[in-house]
């Protein structure tokens, strides 16, 4: 098993350690390289943002982190350990679960069913067809409460598909909160929302953020500015820049990078 030795400045030491860190990691198809050499750091506890222009491999880095996506070079490693080998069901098992862009909800089942449904593997439920339906009852005590975290306590009797699609979005960040993860990656959480819907899914990030770490992609840099710890800036697969939403926005590259323009 491979651990990474962590090299860290004076500042860094008064930080919580890396709960998930990348080393060298690369992702190539068919010579274009859409991940070139990442480095990565993300700390326990904080929020964290990857941000950068279409095509910068965003995506690609979580679709590499989750192991959706085999890496061609490189390493990765939580609290420690190498992960690098392990499947997508075994990084879940570890608390790292992810959304993703698009809203992944069951729209013909209600709010009520679809947490209940996330609550089944946790609870030891998955798969045992053979079972009444009454067997998931004892999930309801826990749906509720996932429903009031999001504020979706009193939509539990109304199907997914019918829902604003802020609230498809707040359902599909409490089942993956179901799982209880230690990590939470999200992708793209506000795309597609309209204004009226931006600020309640970003208090909510804020809320369900309190207690475990996050990693988000998001193009609604007021919301990066507004929850993130620490943002990196991707172009054509590399680190671009890196620091507090003041730092970054002030790069000269970064700016380039957005506007085309470095003034």
Not at 46 to 75: D, E, Q, Y
Not at 76 to 81: A, T, W
Not at 125 to 154: F, H, P
Request: charged share 25%; glycine share 8%; hydrophobic share 40%.
């Amino acid at each position: 098993m491979i651990k990474f030795q962590i090299h860290e400045t004076r500042d860094e030491m008064t930080s919580p350690p890396p709960i998930l860190e990348a080393r060298g990691l690369a992702k190539e198809f068919r010579g274009f390289a859409a991940v070139d050499g990442l480095n990565l750091q993300v700390r326990e506890g904080s929020v964290h943002a990857l941000i950068g222009p279409n095509g910068a491999g965003k995506t690609t880095v979580f679709n590499l982190l989750t192991k959706v996506l085999k890496p061609t070079r490189g390493h990765i490693c939580f609290r420690g350990n190498d992960i690098t080998a392990k499947s997508t069901a075994d990084i879940a098992r570890l608390g790292v679960v992810r959304s993703f862009q698009i809203s992944a909800v069951f729209p013909t089942l209600t709010v009520k069913d679809n947490l209940r449904v996330a609550l089944q593997r946790p609870n030891g439920l998955s798969g045992q067809w053979w079972k009444s339906l009454n067997a998931l009852d004892r999930l309801d005590e826990r749906a509720y409460s996932l429903a009031e975290d999001v504020d979706l306590g009193k939509y539990m009797k109304h199907r997914a598909g019918d829902l604003p699609y802020g609230r498809k979005r707040a359902l599909e960040i409490a089942t993956t909160l179901a799982l209880d993860p230690v990590m939470l990656l999200l992708d793209e959480p506000l795309a597609g929302m309209g204004h009226e819907d931006i600020e309640g899914v970003t208090q909510l990030i804020d809320r369900v953020a309190k207690g475990r770490t996050v990693l988000m992609v998001e193009h609604n840099l007021k919301v990066v500015a507004k929850l993130c710890d620490k943002i990196t800036v991707l172009a054509r697969g590399q680190i671009l820049a890196e620091g507090t939403y003041t730092e970054v926005s002030s790069n000269r590259e970064v700016r380039q990078a957005y506007m085309g323009s470095a003034a």
